[in-house]
């Protein structure tokens, strides 16, 4: 069992950056690839970015591609989302996910119903 905690979110203006950590307790913490998904009322969860278990391989949705950065630092239990450039279309609820197993392309990541753990979300909002 892992169980998994965002924070970081809030409002924040349009052009401004945010830091999004989420922390993990439970089970080994590098055995699990890690992505961040976003979700806005009534659509379906969206992929973000995704980081292998090492953090040598990380993956972006083409949305983000140059303004977010996932990271991890496995000593600390802790992935990280840093938000660069932020747009009004980026509000939603940001959600971590952990997912065990070895993948090496960008489908692996990027689907949801393969993650076995998720945090409770958080919340950001970007205004214009």
């Known amino acids: 069992q892992v169980q998994l905690e965002e924070s970081g979110g809030g409002l924040v203006q349009a052009g401004g950056s945010l830091r999004l950590p989420c922390v993990a307790s439970?089970?080994?913490?590098?055995?699990?690839?890690m992505g961040w998904f976003r979700q806005v009322p009534g659509k379906e969860r969206e992929f973000v970015a995704g980081i292998s278990r090492s953090g040598g391989s990380t993956y972006y949705a083409d949305s983000v591609k140059g303004r977010f950065t996932i990271s991890r630092d496995n000593a600390k239990n802790t992935v990280y989302l840093q938000m660069n450039s932020l747009k009004p279309e980026d509000t939603a609820a940001y959600y971590c996910?952990?997912?065990?197993?070895?993948?090496?392309?960008?489908?692996?990541?990027?689907?949801?119903?393969?993650?076995?753990?998720w945090g409770q979300g958080t919340q950001v909002t970007v205004s214009s």
């Open positions: 996910g952990a997912r065990g197993g070895l993948g090496s392309y960008y489908y692996w990541y990027s689907s949801a119903g393969a993650y076995e753990y």
């Open positions: 439970g089970r080994t913490f590098s055995s699990y690839a």
